[in-house]
């Protein structure tokens, strides 16, 4: 690690953004490594004027979905609309999580490992529930030809008390080769997608 400024056992703060997901991610240095020390959400602010940048945007059914290509390069949305007003599959991932866990580590997971990457947000006066997207959030998605997949979650043990109550992770994905779209996002749930402090039960 030649010309470096920093002093062993020094921190340095480091902001990120991958596809409009923002982390401030802690680094210490080790000898000739910086090792990650912890990350939490953050904000920034961007660019503004001539230099600002645009969000493609694409709105499916009437308006009802909203399709963002945060990173500025929209894919292929053509035959999405097809997709979309066909049924719907499920896959069940098996990890359930409590209401205090957060799993942003999921979306960094969807933003940096699958392909065709985009996030997802519904108009709440039109929504039909087409997404089960949580109210004033978006949902990291994959894209295919002809095929859409994106993570939801459903309640799978109810009780009085936020600590006493569980959700299972799920992917919902439409279209011909839909199985196939969910399975992929799914994997994620399994792995170091969800972050340590996830059970499975």
């Not at 799993?103 to 039909?128: E, H, I, W, Y």
């Amino acid at each position: 690690m030649p010309d470096v400024q920093l002093a062993e056992g020094g921190h340095l703060v480091l902001p990120l953004e991958i596809h409009g997901y923002t982390r401030s991610i802690t680094l210490q240095r080790q000898g000739d490594v910086l090792r990650a020390r912890g990350f939490t959400h953050c904000g920034f602010v961007r660019d503004q004027d001539e230099h600002a940048r645009n969000t493609p945007v694409v709105d499916p059914l009437d308006g009802r979905l909203q399709i963002r290509f945060e990173d500025g390069h929209p894919v292929a949305t053509e035959r999405l609309e097809e997709a979309l007003h066909r049924p719907r599959h499920e896959v069940a991932t098996g990890v359930t999580v409590g209401s205090d866990v957060r799993f942003g580590s999921l979306q960094l997971f969807a933003a940096t490992t699958p392909p065709s990457f985009c996030r997802l947000a519904v108009d709440r006066s039109k929504d039909t529930g087409i997404t089960r997207i949580a109210k004033g959030a978006d949902a990291p998605a994959i894209l295919g030809k002809v095929s859409l997949a994106c993570p939801t979650h459903r309640q799978t043990r109810h009780g009085d008390n936020p600590a006493d109550r569980l959700r299972e992770f799920a992917v919902r994905a439409f279209g011909d080769r839909r199985p196939g779209a969910g399975a992929r996002l799914a994997v994620g749930g399994h792995g170091p997608g969800l972050g340590p402090r996830c059970a499975r039960r």
